[in-house]
């Protein structure tokens, strides 16, 4: 769980090189894995490889924006235009919400259909079918990307709960939340005095962190976090909200203990969440599955046009309203929280219109350039 995997060295002093965001890579790598995996389907279809590269292009465009209109809409209301056009650029921090996605994505499909594969006389169902394989290869990969950059996590797992609990580092929503819920210190230690003019003076360390197992103790003075001094409470506060760099998972503090004359020392640990439930993995794994499942009932169900997405739509959500049990983000709010259900009954009630619509359209569609 790390927000930035690596740095791009670049020859300017100063300067620590360019971030490779975990979620923006996986991101990218699930754009290339749905990509192919739809051209090779598309292949076995007669449908042209180029018209379905164009058409993921334009899905995964329309679905980012998509994702991203809703998150905003949700977190950042009464942002002005050019707040609201900064922000929404900022992919690589997260703040995707998948359904946004379906949505937009969605629509650029239509729109692409219409002016593209309707003149070619693609049937839309064929070529819904054919990227619904794709889009639960995306999330599985677009999961693990959740889950290095912390967003979309779970429940806290307690001693009773049967999972492999997983832990955040400090720059983490997750952090942020168990902090601000009182659940725990937010790098691991309390303060003597919570006014932001007193002197930053350590109250309480948490049992078994790793602050205390570097030996952070009571009434420690704390002079400087990162190199920079911290005269007062709100310093060491300021620094930790907003001034932390992009990707330092690792806390340096310099401290002065309460012996007398006893001499500052520099003390290094990774602050990390308690446990948490795996729900980013437990949706990876649950789409892989799905997407064996799409791939297996082409074969052993004869579908007709339509009801693999149909099954893509009815396996995501029976998925996801079952995962959002597990998961303790502030989501879903509003429609969203209804949309699982939603999207289950509009999956139904596809797979069974399609499964009576009698096929006058073969699933390997040749078709003819003109």
């Given at each position: 769980?790390?927000?930035?995997?690596?740095?791009?060295?670049?020859?300017?002093?100063?300067?620590a090189g360019i971030p490779i965001f975990g979620f923006g890579l996986m991101l990218f790598l699930a754009f290339v894995g749905g990509s192919w995996l739809a051209n090779r389907r598309a292949r076995q279809r007669g449908i042209p490889v180029e018209l379905v590269s164009d058409l993921t292009i334009f899905l995964f465009v329309g679905g980012i924006a998509g994702a991203r209109v809703l998150f905003l809409w949700n977190h950042l209301p009464g942002l002005s235009l050019t707040e609201?056009?900064?922000?929404?650029?900022?992919?690589?921090?997260?703040?995707?919400?998948?359904?946004?996605?379906?949505?937009?994505?969605?629509?650029?499909?239509?729109?692409?259909?219409?002016?593209?594969?309707?003149?070619?006389?693609?049937?839309?169902?064929?070529?819904?079918?054919?990227?619904?394989?794709?889009?639960?290869?995306?999330?599985?990969?677009?999961?693990?990307?959740?889950?290095?950059?912390?967003?979309?996590?779970?429940?806290?797992?307690?001693?009773?709960?049967?999972?492999?609990?997983?832990?955040?580092?400090?720059?983490?929503?997750?952090?942020?939340?168990?902090?601000?819920?009182?659940?725990?210190?937010?790098?691991?230690?309390?303060?003597?005095?919570?006014?932001?003019?007193?002197?930053?003076?350590?109250?309480?360390?948490?049992?078994?962190?790793?602050?205390?197992?570097?030996?952070?103790?009571?009434?420690?003075?704390?002079?400087?976090?990162?190199?920079?001094?911290?005269?007062?409470?709100?310093?060491?506060?300021?620094?930790?909200?907003?001034?932390?760099?992009?990707?330092?998972?690792?806390?340096?503090?310099?401290?002065?203990?309460?012996?007398?004359?006893?001499?500052?020392?520099?003390?290094?640990?990774?602050?990390?969440?308690?446990?948490?439930?795996?729900?980013?993995?437990?949706?990876?794994?649950?789409?892989?599955?799905?997407?064996?499942?799409?791939?297996?009932?082409?074969?052993?169900?004869?579908?007709?046009?339509?009801?693999?997405?149909?099954?893509?739509?009815?396996?995501?959500?029976?998925?996801?309203?079952?995962?959002?049990?597990?998961?303790?983000?502030?989501?879903?709010?509003?429609?969203?929280?209804?949309?699982?259900?939603?999207?289950?009954?509009?999956?139904?009630?596809?797979?069974?219109?399609?499964?009576?619509?009698?096929?006058?359209?073969?699933?390997?569609?040749?078709?003819?350039?003109?």
């Amino acid at each position: 769980m790390n927000q930035v995997l690596f740095r791009i060295w670049v020859p300017i002093q100063g300067f620590a090189g360019i971030p490779i965001f975990g979620f923006g890579l996986m991101l990218f790598l699930a754009f290339v894995g749905g990509s192919w995996l739809a051209n090779r389907r598309a292949r076995q279809r007669g449908i042209p490889v180029e018209l379905v590269s164009d058409l993921t292009i334009f899905l995964f465009v329309g679905g980012i924006a998509g994702a991203r209109v809703l998150f905003l809409w949700n977190h950042l209301p009464g942002l002005s235009l050019t707040e609201y056009a900064i922000e929404f650029f900022k992919i690589w921090k997260g703040g995707i919400i998948l359904y946004g996605s379906l949505g937009g994505g969605f629509i650029a499909f239509l729109i692409f259909w219409w002016y593209r594969c309707r003149p070619l006389g693609i049937n839309p169902k064929v070529l819904a079918d054919v990227l619904a394989p794709s889009l639960a290869l995306g999330i599985a990969l677009g999961r693990i990307g959740c889950l290095l950059n912390g967003c979309c996590f779970g429940m806290v797992a307690t001693p009773e709960c049967p999972c492999m609990a997983i832990h955040f580092p400090f720059p983490s929503p997750p952090r942020a939340s168990i902090s601000g819920d009182g659940l725990q210190a937010a790098a691991g230690f309390t303060w003597k005095n919570d006014r932001l003019t007193a002197i930053p003076q350590v109250g309480k360390v948490d049992l078994g962190s790793p602050a205390e197992h570097v030996g952070l103790k009571a009434g420690d003075r704390i002079l400087a976090i990162l190199g920079k001094e911290v005269p007062t409470v709100q310093d060491a506060e300021s620094i930790f909200m907003q001034g932390w760099p992009e990707g330092q998972n690792e806390m340096v503090l310099e401290v002065q203990g309460t012996a007398p004359n006893e001499s500052t020392r520099v003390i290094r640990y990774v602050p990390r969440t308690i446990g948490l439930v795996p729900a980013q993995i437990y949706e990876t794994v649950s789409m892989l599955l799905l997407l064996g499942l799409l791939l297996a009932a082409e074969d052993f169900l004869r579908p007709k046009p339509g009801q693999i997405i149909s099954l893509f739509m009815i396996g995501y959500a029976a998925h996801r309203g079952l995962n959002e049990l597990l998961r303790n983000d502030p989501r879903p709010v509003g429609l969203e929280s209804n949309t699982s259900l939603f999207l289950l009954g509009a999956g139904v009630a596809l797979w069974l219109v399609f499964g009576f619509t009698k096929n006058t359209t073969p699933q390997s569609t040749e078709v003819v350039q003109n």
